[in-house]
Nanobody, 124 residues
Framework: QVQLIESGGGLVQAGGSLRLSCAAS????????MGWFRQVPGKEREFVAT????????RYAPFVKGRFTISRNNDKKTLILQMNSLEPEDTAVYFC?????????????????WGQGTQVTVSS
């Protein structure tokens, strides 16, 4: 089991940037494929990006359009989401998640451990 804690959310104007971090509690972090998801009230949690345990495979949702970058540092047990050119539609609670599966499907159901989320608000 691994505990995940997100940070870095906040309020930013459209066109701005934020850097989200997710700190893991256990060294076993390096064995998990990781992902970022987001959720707005009344909607299902949606996939943003995933990264394999060895960082060799990354995937992004179509709406990312080259604006976000997912990365990880296994030595520091940290997952990062760099978000640039933010739009009001990116406003959501962002969650990091860990999957026990290799190259899991990019849906919440394939992820086993979740953080509490960090709020991102983009003003127009």
């Amino acid at each position: 089991q691994v505990q995940l804690i997100e940070s870095g959310g906040g309020l930013v104007q459209a066109g701005g940037s934020l850097r989200l971090s997710c700190a893991a509690s256990e060294p076993t972090f390096k064995h998990f494929d990781m992902g970022w998801f987001r959720q707005v009230p009344g909607k299902e949690r949606e996939f943003v990006a995933t990264i394999a345990w060895n960082a060799l495979t990354v995937r992004y949702a179509p709406f990312v359009k080259g604006r976000f970058t997912i990365s990880r540092n296994n030595d520091k047990k940290t997952l990062i989401l760099q978000m640039n050119s933010l739009e009001p539609e990116d406003t959501a609670v962002y969650f990091c998640a860990a999957s026990k599966y290799n190259l899991p499907e990019p849906t919440p159901y394939w992820f086993d451990y979740w953080g509490q989320g960090t709020q991102v608000t983009v003003s127009s």
